[in-house]
């Protein structure tokens, strides 16, 4: 009946042949929007209850939200792909990215874009998935369970566990939330699973029955052992179980990248992939995470999709080794609940590390934190580029960075002089 359809949960992206899927969300019901989308061409909509339009349009079930993820694990299962389970607290995007690029789309799948959460995950399957033999699955999570539903929705062969940081705690609840809601994309994969996880000893103390491979920086079985910047590329220096490794990018990564593609690597052997590595020279970052770029020879980092204290630690870390001054334009960590305060705090003595902060105060969160670093505080896009523009040199770099709400994207865009990154 679903057979190649193509599902939409919004009524206004209804299209003609599609199915509508009626969810309930916190602030409205897509049971509302039935007769718009069938209007707009929606051949059926599927739903929990009974709505004002012709019978024969509705297909009734008892939870729409289950029948998406049954759906998208019921054409998984059809076809059997590998799959590769991506989780995280930064770094879950590129690395998926990663392992796609150098496979190749007619060899992997992978969700695009954050369709990685209980709807996203499996609306990207149903619409997406042309039955590769690989499926790179980004999975996101903001509380405990939420990977574990992934996880029946597209039970990993091979369950990557990045590095477990502060992102989100103000909605998982803590730290050790965080930590044993990540920990599900492990306790999750399948029998004859194998996880590849970040040589944390929280991680490693927690996973110790469990069939593993470690990566890190000096550490764990696939380690990345060294990196430089060449202009503008990047060369690593890797130890694996099958040998020494030399991977160049022609771009500029930061070191928790680089440590993410030891996991790649680990992930190549664990599937028997003979890959070509001078495929990683054609990866091209994703905007938003640590993408930098060269304007009027200063170096640019655009990393304005999301914010955590670690992303922070790194970025800082990559900032001071690409410019020969570093300054950044910061704005709120967000999500963080109860721990905000704290957080700013622990960010403000990151940044005593750089050149200047500028601070985008439009979300007030950011203006828990000190730092005598700070040059200027403003809510205008328009102040902080010109200050910047007095600021900086040749050879100068400079970060852009906050949680997503904040739209740090703006400041950067007009930096950029209205062009996007």
């Known amino acids: 009946m679903f057979e190649n359809a193509k599902f939409v949960i919004d009524s206004r992206e209804a299209f003609d042949?599609?199915?509508?899927?009626?969810?309930?969300?916190?602030?409205?019901?897509?049971?509302?929007?039935?007769?718009?989308?069938?209007?707009?061409?929606?051949?059926?909509?599927?739903?929990?209850?009974?709505?004002?339009?012709?019978?024969?349009?509705?297909?009734?079930?008892?939870?729409?939200?289950?029948?998406?993820?049954?759906?998208?694990?019921?054409?998984?299962?059809?076809?059997?792909?590998?799959?590769?389970?991506?989780?995280?607290?930064?770094?879950?995007?590129?690395?998926?990215?990663?392992?796609?690029?150098?496979?190749?789309?007619?060899?992997?799948?992978?969700?695009?874009?954050?369709l990685n959460t209980e709807i996203g995950l499996p609306l990207s399957i149903l619409n997406d998935y042309h039955g590769q033999p690989y499926a790179i699955l980004e999975m996101a999570m903001n509380k405990p369970g939420d990977i574990s539903t992934l996880c029946r929705i597209a039970r990993p062969h091979v369950s990557v566990l990045l590095n477990v940081g502060t992102a989100h705690r103000g909605v998982a609840g803590g730290d050790e939330q965080i930590l044993r809601g990540k920990l599900e994309i492990v306790e999750n994969m399948r029998e004859d699973g194998i996880a590849i996880v970040h040589s944390d000893p929280r991680i490693l103390e927690k996973i110790k029955e469990k069939k593993f491979l470690a990566f890190g920086f000096y550490s764990g079985d696939y380690k990345l052992v060294s990196y430089k910047y060449e202009e503008f590329s990047t060369i690593a220096h890797y130890e694996t179980p099958e040998g020494k490794k030399k991977v160049r990018f022609s771009a500029i990564l930061n070191l928790g990248q680089?440590?993410?593609?030891?996991?790649?690597?680990?992930?190549?052997?664990?599937?028997?992939?003979?890959?070509?590595?001078?495929?990683?020279?054609?990866?091209?970052?994703?905007?938003?995470?640590?993408?930098?770029?060269?304007?009027?020879?200063?170096?640019?980092?655009?990393?304005?999709?999301?914010?955590?204290?670690?992303?922070?630690?790194?970025?800082?870390?990559?900032?001071?080794?690409?410019?020969?001054?570093?300054?950044?334009?910061?704005?709120?960590?967000?999500?963080?609940?109860?721990?905000?305060?704290?957080?700013?705090?622990?960010?403000?003595?990151?940044?005593?590390?750089?050149?200047?902060?500028?601070?985008?105060?439009?979300?007030?969160?950011?203006?828990?934190?000190e730092c005598s670093k700070i040059i200027l505080k403003s809510d205008e896009p328009k102040a902080i580029v010109e200050q910047l523009r007095n600021l900086l040199e040749p050879k100068d770099a400079v970060l852009f960075k906050a949680s997503r709400a904040v739209g740090m994207e703006k400041v950067l865009e007009l930096f950029l002089g209205g062009k996007k990154a």
């Not at 009626?22 to 929007?33: C, I, M, N, P, V």
């Not at 001054?325 to 960590?333: D, E, K, L, T």
């Open 17 to 114: 042949g599609c199915v509508f899927v009626a969810l309930k969300g916190e602030k409205t019901d897509g049971h509302l929007y039935v007769r718009q989308a069938l209007e707009k061409g929606a051949s059926l909509a599927v739903v929990e209850r009974d709505v004002d339009v012709p019978k024969e349009k509705l297909y009734l079930v008892k939870d729409t939200r289950y029948f998406l993820q049954q759906m998208a694990a019921q054409k998984l299962a059809m076809y059997d792909p590998q799959i590769v389970g991506i989780t995280g607290s930064n770094g879950k995007t590129t690395t998926k990215e990663m392992i796609h690029h150098c496979l190749g789309k007619e060899l992997a799948f992978r969700n695009p874009g954050n």
């Open 258 to 369: 680089l440590v993410n593609v030891a996991a790649v690597l680990a992930v190549f052997d664990v599937l028997g992939l003979d890959v070509d590595l001078s495929k990683f020279e054609t990866f091209i970052p994703v905007d938003g995470r640590f993408k930098v770029i060269k304007v009027d020879d200063v170096y640019a980092v655009d990393d304005t999709y999301n914010a955590s204290l670690e992303s922070f630690r790194i970025a800082v870390e990559t900032l001071k080794k690409l410019g020969k001054r570093a300054y950044a334009v910061v704005g709120s960590i967000k999500e963080q609940g109860i721990y905000s305060e704290q957080t700013h705090r622990q960010l403000g003595r990151i940044l005593e590390q750089l050149d200047g902060v500028l601070v985008y105060n439009i979300d007030h969160e950011i203006d828990a934190m």
